[in-house]
């Protein structure tokens, strides 16, 4: 047959339906006819990677060209849609094949096959193996035709655009794509715009495009259409630019837009604002406007949360930062006042402009602008003075600007501060500034015209004008003004080239303003200038006015006097007269907390301002800043010949003298008396008098007689003395013209009388002497104005020289008056006044008042008219004793008032306290006396104002100077302890005039906390960096001074006091800034949480509660970082020079002086003599330059006392008050301390036990006295040594009270207001460890540490298990044996303590046992076998398995010292994660919100470390319980809030982390590696066990189950679900969780009980433990748990102590073994023994429950069946399971022993001494050991029975006769007393259960100890036993049954004729309803009958 005509088929036909219709058929049958069959053209499919299926004949078909272009063709002709009806099969099954298809045909482009590319093509977007191959030949095939392109592009706007609207998913997918075609360009030049702008967008995003180049392009091609289309866009993609939504909540995270885009888009537009139309344009600049509030909605997260230097993304966080002005500055945020933390790259933790000067890859000269100084001097004369420079100079408020040019050796060239910064940008012309680290685009929309690059010399001709500005004559210069003008000209102008200058400078200045922080204050000055200029001019207008008058807020917002504030200020100054157009930020100005320091007449301005109005008078006040001086000065100089600074000037800023003092303010030049070397400061130790010579400046000037008279005068006072004093009289009279008394007064008052106490009398006959009345009274009013000048000043808490002055004026004041028989009148000083306003205003002034009033009274005893009882005294004494009275008063002022009650022979008692501090009449007419008088006069223009107080040991100072100096040191290096972060406490200033304070006391608390929180953040790493940096600097340089000196002692004390200088140095420069700002933001915080709903007001006064406590506290803290730094450095260059120490020894043993030849010859050949090292000691004059390092330690007061080691608080602390937190816990220590010596019997008082407790007392008061480190460390140690040296040798009673003293004291120690419960652990373990052998092992003593917590467990565990030695060390080996029995397995009082804590120890101790072959330590097998049997769990021990996981797990929950920054991270993600999985889009299961969360987790690197993933989920928990607790005391305050809403609140964040903890589970490791997911599940459940006993601790009885119980059920829940990857780990999840709970069991944890009960009961738990797990692998752990339930009940139940919470336990205990009976008999069948060991013998129905179980194939017998044959049952001689491994607790011997009777019936002592085996003690009720009891029935029993199948019968009442196992039965039936006979016989009855061997045997053995009784009373016990079980409600024991019925029923048994049965009628009564019960009441009725009748 020919071939068929194929080529027929695929012509035209002429009845196109037929063809039609043939080729259907066809298609639809390719069985019978397939076109692959026949010749055709074929598509070419070569090319794909996976081919379609070549034997599927259905697809073959499609193969044939020839068919797809007839079909194509009948489709044009009118079949369109049933043709387009075929291809719907090849689109489904061969989609590739078909476009192949229809790319290679070659007839014209038909509207179908446009149609079908189009369906086709995102077939192939999506992913389709083969989508690369298609999507490349369709777009770059050979003779495709260019409209495909046009197609595909369609295509995917189409797909983009259609569906899911606006998936960025799709888009992105197409940005690859079209990356992959290099088809983007194109794709951007199509339409629809809303896709193409979408799709730029994401390509800017990732850097495929410039998006601004390529928006101005578009709008110039397409106008106004791409404009709307661009603004459509921003709509779309973020709502709130016109008001709307804030983006989080509509829109999906992925759809919100970056920050940079919307910032370039709107610049963009911006840009075309002008040539669109009104409503466009309307509707741009409202976007514009709204941009910053955009973008500044979005929650930040915290500061270093951000990955650094990378802008975040969009889609990952919601934080959309202010990126395009985020790197101008340390501004804050955008929005006025908001908080967005700026992400620059720094250092965590420390403001961008240090961070950017510690990064090493930037230019050096931008750290360090050169100082300014006046006369172009370099800054310091070398490094000899750096030192004493540190502090001064151009440092700002801790920037590092001050360090200079001289020491970098970097040119001082010009004082341009942006020239300068570009000296490190090597050459690059690159945009201006490298170091803003800048995208080109982050200004681009405040200034969109100008485009970012400008070329070089546009730059520089920018940067010549900025220059002029800076310069001095004779360069080149221009003023402020001038610019302005230049400027003015520049930005109208018509010439390109100027515009661009303009829009250059103005960029640059606003780019630079972060870092104007760093300038000096002269060009600070006028860049302020220049900047208030450029808004006064309107030179900048929209967004860049609006950044402009921003940045100036943000400056005045800055702290009252720093350099920031002065730039605003001057700034302000400029442009107050277009203060009248912002009406609004006026308003900000005005709440500026420190607005009113504003100069006067601006707060005018601004007040006026807020009305739109400039003020009636246009005030012109002068401002004056650090800036305006030095400018002044500058211009000054620029005139006058440099040698002399003008008077009225500050001179040079640079003094090398030792000092930290600050130059004076020369005005007057007036020299001090002879006693004060001039500018030497006051030493500490003596008093300093600065705020009286500040007060004198002030006052009107007096003559002052010439220096050779003031020496004269001087002398005389220097040599006064008794014997001499009329001669110096005279020499008075002689040498002082009269005119010059008042001088003499004044020199007599202030330099002699205020600081010499012990001359007051001398000074005082002096006076006598005199006799001149009007010298007298001039004495007198010095006297006055001296005291009004103190009473006056700033009382600040560290300010004790003014407080000893006022005491010596104060002492003065009573001996010239009231000693003399004067007045002191009310005008002059009204003393009861004075205690009424002290009184009032708080405890500082207090601390001031008391002393000085005290001191004035002191004097009345020596006068005839003052002395009590005169009215005027006794009125004062009586407000002494009303305040007395105060409890909250000072302890030093109740002893100050003591002691003078005690000088005036007054008994305090006695005296009558008033109501005068109460009375608010006297308060309202109260003349102050306590505060400075309010000033109302101008001060003089040219003057800068000086302030009349002025704070401690500031010499007289011009106020405005001080921002170039850091704040002056308040403390002594040794005021402040830093062994713990208590140390802090008693310094931290707290003023009580805080509005905040008074209006809410409670909130005090909230500072110590905030104070620490911030120092524990900033401590280590700036003491870390601080060392490393002062290390390298100090170890050369003192190598090279020393390296020919043989000392190395010499060495390494220079060495300390240079290191100790350069850290503390390092430190204070470091942590100001940021310690302000954390501290803060610490008390910010605190204060919102403590007071939720604060309103505006409450929220001003927080702010400036913050910032002024900030500011009093910012020393202190600094102080404390600087200290511990400075105590740290130590040590560590002794470490770094360990070697050079070495070297010398060695020279020295070996009798040679040691010096270092290189160093010798470079210095001999090199070196000018002068400055030449000499071989020996260095000299004096090189000694003195480490000496003067020593003296002034950076941040602390100058010292003198170099003698001290530099050791770890050398000296003790010296407090110059009497007592403080530590002192008050001292002092209780020591009442009690005395109350136990006291009430020691004097018989006992020589025992040397007493005589220990009398050293332990002197050693507490010793501590008292000094109050450091030290001395509690030694008190420590003692208490620890004497606790273990006690042995109990002594009497019983003084060993009680001994140990409770040395608790007493140690407890002392811990308290939290001494040295904290983590420090006393740490030392009190460290001297467990490390004391002597010979007491170290006092088990007593050591269990009572730990009882008492005062041992740190992890640390002691790991010590116990190294001593052991494996085994060698016996003693450690005995002694750990103990400690495990005492607090593990007794279980005595130490609930705390789990076997988490002492997992090492135990697993040596197992380890010991197992290697030991038989010869292990005595009792060692057995302890761990009951240690085993407790812990089943502690059996998989090995190192890292989960176990270990899961106690690690544990003992981290309790480690506190995160990394810095760590907790508020873990905050934010977990915030982040809550609000994941609460969303939407979170996905099935959380999963899609999962992998965007890990990336998350990732990307903040807690996912680096386990110890950091650990870390996490500790305070994840710590959170989520923290919000329960919350939330549940809110139900507290308010009972009517809705339970169910409070506990939805609670899961909401619970049940988020659940899942994120089980997600984490699922996806750790790879999907086979089972380990890391058990490993990690285990690990969460030791945190969360971990966090919830140390809760359980701490909290007591205000413990809630509720977060934990959430916590552990749905954890349970998730990890138990139907999911592969969790049923192949099931087992082991379910171990984890059994060991979870047992480690939670009720004894350890009894606060827990409820939801333990609930949690083990829980019905996934009970049916995957007991059911699902395969071979009963949960049985024994099941068990377990409830031994433990049984355990803790035991007591309560043994006792009967059965209260309401109790009886709820047990009910739910009952209801769980119900739920097992029903469900599991054969589990309880199996442990029942194990079970029956723990349960009190008289909790009856609750053994029957466990007792009455069978196994559930089992068809029990009916016991009451007439003549049941028990022996005939088939199952009766089936032994039963018994899990539980009873002999265990035998003791070796004893089984051996009893194996040997029962064989051989040797030793014959066996029986008698059978009894004592038994008994464990006499105390009634606890004689005997029930469990060896129980252990020693069964064993005989199951023995016995073997015995008998051996010889081949089966046991009844013959055969179980006459062997050793009934022997011992009957003796023990015979020889116990009652107690052991009744545990004896409930042991058997144990036994009597479903059908089996063991119940058959124990039921005739008890039979037959009835009928073989010897005694009445056993067989009365047997009846009681086998009674008492019977008649309590179902369910009965079969056994129990039939043994009764037999013993009842059996007349072999005589039972009724017993006297027992009958003795009391109820009795009777009993028995026979027990018997109608058992037999039914006939047969019972003849049973008694037939007994009783025969």
Known sequence: MEVFPVDLIYRPWKHAEGQLSFIQHSLINPEIFCFADYPCHTVATDILKAPPEDDNREIATWKSLDLIESLLRLAEVGQYEQVKQLFSFPIKHCPDMLVLALLQINTSWHTLRHELISTLMPIFLGNHPNSAIILHYAWHGQGQSPSIRQLIMHAMAEWYMRGEQYDQAKLSRILDVAQDLKALSMLLNGTPFAFVIDLAALASRREYLKLDKWLTDKIREHGEPFIQACMTFLKRRCPSILGGLAPEKDQPKSAQLPPETLATMLACLQACAGSVSQELSETILTMVANCSNVMNKARQPPPGVMPK???????????????????????????????????????????????????????????????????????????????????????????????????????????????????????????????????????????PEANQHFSKEIDDEANSYFQRIYNHPPHPTMSVDEVLEMLQRFKDSTIKREREVFNCMLRNLFEEYRFFPQYPDKELHITACLFGGIIEKGLVTYMALGLALRYVLEALRKPFGSKMYYFGIAALDRFKNRLKDYPQY?????????????????????????????????????????????????????????????????????????????????????????????????????????????????????????????????????????????????????????????????????????????????????????????????????????????????????????????????????????????????????????????????????????????????????????????????????????????????????????????????????????NLLKDKDRLK?????????????????????????????????????????????????????????????????????????????????????????????LVHPVVDRSIKIAMTTCEQIVRKDFALDSEESRMRIAAHHMMR???????????????????????????????????????????????????????????????????????????????????????????????DPVVLTYQAERMPEQIRLKVGGVDPKQLAVYEEFARNVPGFLPTNDLSQPTGFLAQPMKQAWATDDVAQIYDKCITELEQHLHAIPPTLAMNPQAQALRSLLEVVVLSRNSRDAIAALGLLQKAVEGLLDATSGADADLLLRYRECHLLVLKALQDGRAYGSPWCNKQITRCLIECRDEYKYNVEAVELLIRNHLVNMQQYDLHLAQSMENGLNYMAVAFAMQLVKILLVDERSVAHVTEADLFHTIETLMRINAHSRGNAPEGLPQLMEVVRSNYEAMIDRAHGGPNFMMHSGISQASEYDDPPGLREKAEYLLREWVNLYHSAAAGRDSTKAFSAFVGQMHQQGILKTDDLITRFFRLCTEMCVEISYRAQAEQQHNPAANPTMIRAKCYHNLDAFVRLIALLVKHSGEATNTVTKINLLNKVLGIVVGVLLQDHDVRQSEFQQLPYHRIFIMLLLELNAPEHVLETINFQTLTAFCNTFHILRPTKAPGFVYAWLELISHRIFIARMLAHTPQQKGWPMYAQLLIDL???????????????????????????????????????????????????????????????????????PDPFTPNLKVDMLSEINIAPRILTNFTGVMPPQFKKDLDSYLKTRSPVTFLSDLRSNLQVSNEPGNRYNLQLINALVLYVGTQAIAHIHNKGSTPSMSTITHSAHMDIFQNLAVDLDTEGRYLFLNAIANQLRYPNSHTHYFSCTMLYLFAEANTEAIQEQITRVLLERLIVNRPHPWGLLITFIELIKNPAFKFWNHEFVHCAPEIEKLFQSVAQCCMGQKQAQQVMEGTGAS
């Open 586 to 914: 006026c308003q900000h100005l005005a709440s500026i907390s420190h607005f009113m320091q504003f100069p006067h007449h601006l707060q005018e301005y601004i007040e006026y301002g807020q009305q739109s109005r400039d003020p009636p008078v246009k005030m012109q006040g002068s401002i004056t800043t650090p800036g305006s001086i030095a400018l002044a000065q500058a211009q000054a100089q620029a005139q006058v010949p440099a040698k002399a600074p003008l008077a009225g000037q500050v001179s040079t800023m640079v003094t090398t003298s030792t000092t930290t003092t600050v130059a004076k303010t020369v005005t007057v030049t007036r020299p001090t008396g002879v006693s004060f070397k001039k500018d030497v400061p006051p030493s500490i130790n003596t008093t300093n008098i600065d705020t009286l010579l500040v007060a004198t400046d002030q006052t009107e000037r007096i003559v002052e007689p010439p220096e050779n008279i003031q020496e004269k005068i001087a002398f005389i006072f220097n040599n006064l003395s008794q014997s001499n004093m009329t001669q110096k009289v005279e020499e008075l009279k002689e040498t002082v013209k009269e005119e010059f008394m008042p001088w003499v007064s004044q020199y007599l008052v202030m330099k002699r009388v205020s600081i010499e106490p012990n001359f007051h009398s001398l000074y005082s006959n002096f006076l006598d002497t005199l006799k001149n009345p009007e010298f007298n009274k001039m004495v007198l009013n010095e006297t006055y104005r001296n005291i009004k000048v103190l009473l006056t000043s700033d009382k600040a808490a560290a300010n004790f020289s003014d407080r000893s002055l006022l005491k010596n004026l104060g002492h003065w004041l009573g001996m010239i008056t009231l000693a003399k028989n004067k007045p002191i009148l009310h005008t002059d000083l009204d003393v009861k006044s004075l205690l009424l306003e002290a009184y009032v205003k708080g405890q500082q002034e207090l601390l001031y008042v008391v002393p000085f009033v005290a001191k004035v009274l002191e004097s009345s005893i020596r006068s005839v008219v003052f002395r009590p009882p005169n009215p005027w005294t006794m009125a004062i004494m009586n407000v002494l004793a009303e305040l007395h009275q105060e409890h909250d008063l000072k302890l030093n002022l109740k002893f100050e008032i003591e002691v003078l009650c005690k000088n005036l022979a007054l008994d305090i008692n006695e005296l009558k306290p008033g």
């Open 309 to 447: 230097g990378r802008p975040p993304s969009a889609s990952s966080l919601d934080a959309i930062s202010p990126v395009q002005i985020d790197p101008l500055a340390g501004m804050t945020s955008l929005s006025i006042g908001g908080s967005a933390a700026p992400h620059t790259q720094s250092m965590q933790g420390f403001p961008p402009n240090l961070g950017s000067a510690f990064s090493t890859p930037q230019s050096p000269a931008k750290a360090f602008p050169p100082l300014s100084t006046p006369n172009q001097t370099t800054a310091f004369s070398g490094i000899g003075g750096l030192s004493s420079q540190l502090p001064v100079g151009g440092l700002g408020t801790g920037s590092l600007t001050g360090i200079g040019t001289g020491a970098l050796g970097l040119p001082a060239v010009n004082n341009d501060p942006f020239v300068q910064r570009k000296l490190g940008t090597s050459g690059l012309n690159q945009p201006t500034f490298q170091q803003s680290k800048m995208k080109p685009s982050d200004l681009s929309q405040v200034w």
């Open 925 to 1017: 007419n109260l003349d102050e006396q306590l505060s400075a008088p309010k000033k109302d006069v101008k001060q003089p223009e040219e003057l800068p104002p000086i302030t009349t107080t002025t704070t401690s040991t500031t010499p007289a100072t011009n106020t405005t100077c001080t921002a170039t100096v850091p704040p002056q040191p308040q403390y002594s290096y040794h005021d402040i302890n830093v062994y713990s972060l208590a140390g802090l406490a008693p310094h931290i200033t707290l003023n009580p005039t805080i509005p905040l304070f008074q209006a809410h006391p409670q909130l005090k608390q909230c500072v110590r906390q905030a104070i620490e929180r911030a120092v524990q953040e």
């Open 1061 to 1155: 200088n350069l850290t503390a140095g390092m430190a204070m420069i470091t942590c100001r800034e940021p310690l302000l700002m954390s501290i803060s933001t610490n008390l910010k915080n605190s204060f919102a949480s403590a007071l939720r709903t604060a309103s505006p007001q409450q929220r001003e006064m927080m702010d400036q509660a913050a910032a002024q406590l900030a500011q009093d506290n910012c020393e202190l803290a600094c102080c404390f970082i600087q200290k511990t730094a400075v105590e740290k450095a130590g040590p560590e260059m002794d470490k770094r020079l360990a070697t050079e120490f070495e070297l010398r020894k060695h020279a020295r043993q070996e009798g040679r002086r040691y010096c």
């Open 1686 to 1756: 049984f355990k803790y009940l035991a007591p309560f139940l043994r006792n009967v102590e059965l209260t309401k919470p109790m009886q709820i336990l047990y009910k739910g205990t009952l209801r769980v073994l119900l739920v097992l009976l029903h469900d599991f008999p054969e589990f309880l069948c199996d442990y029942h023994y194990g079970f029956c060991d723990v349960i009190p013998p008289n909790c009856i129905q609750l053994r029957n429950l466990i007792l009455s179980a069978f196994p559930r194939n089992m068809r029990l």
